[in-house]
Nanobody, 122 residues
Framework: QVQLVESGGGLVQAGGSLRLSCAASGRTLSTAVMGWFRQAPGKEREFVGGISRLTGSTYYADSVKGRFITSRDNAKNTVYLQLNRLKPEDTAVYYC???????????????WGQGTQVTVSS
């Protein structure tokens, strides 16, 4: 089993920044790829970004490309999502997820964090 614990959400004004963290524990070798997803009220959960824990390769949704950056610190078993130039439409609960391979689809990820709320005011 893998446990994922997120932190770093909060309330920020449009144009501001936040950094989310996702700390993994347990059988972390089974999480070769870490993904970030978000879900706004009344909407489906959507892919935001992902990172390979081995190579550091990153993937982003077009809606956040150039504004969000994901990174990892394997020594700490932690991945990060830096959210820059935030917009009100970025408001959502953000989740980290772990899985064996990269996918834009949330069903491909086996482990999920509890989610952290990001609210962007206009």
């Amino acid at each position: 089993q893998v446990q994922l614990v997120e932190s770093g959400g909060g309330l920020v004004q449009a144009g501001g920044s936040l950094r989310l963290s996702c700390a993994a524990s347990g059988r972390t070798l089974s999480t070769a790829v870490m993904g970030w997803f978000r879900q706004a009220p009344g909407k489906e959960r959507e892919f935001v970004g992902g990172i390979s824990r081995l190579t550091g390769s990153t993937y982003y949704a077009d809606s956040v490309k150039g504004r969000f950056i994901t990174s990892r610190d394997n020594a700490k078993n932690t991945v990060y999502l830096q959210l820059n130039r935030l917009k009100p439409e970025d408001t959502a609960v953000y989740y980290c997820a772990g899985g064996p391979r990269f996918s834009y689809t949330n069903s491909e990820y086996n482990y999920w964090g509890q989610g952290t709320q990001v609210t962007v005011s206009s």
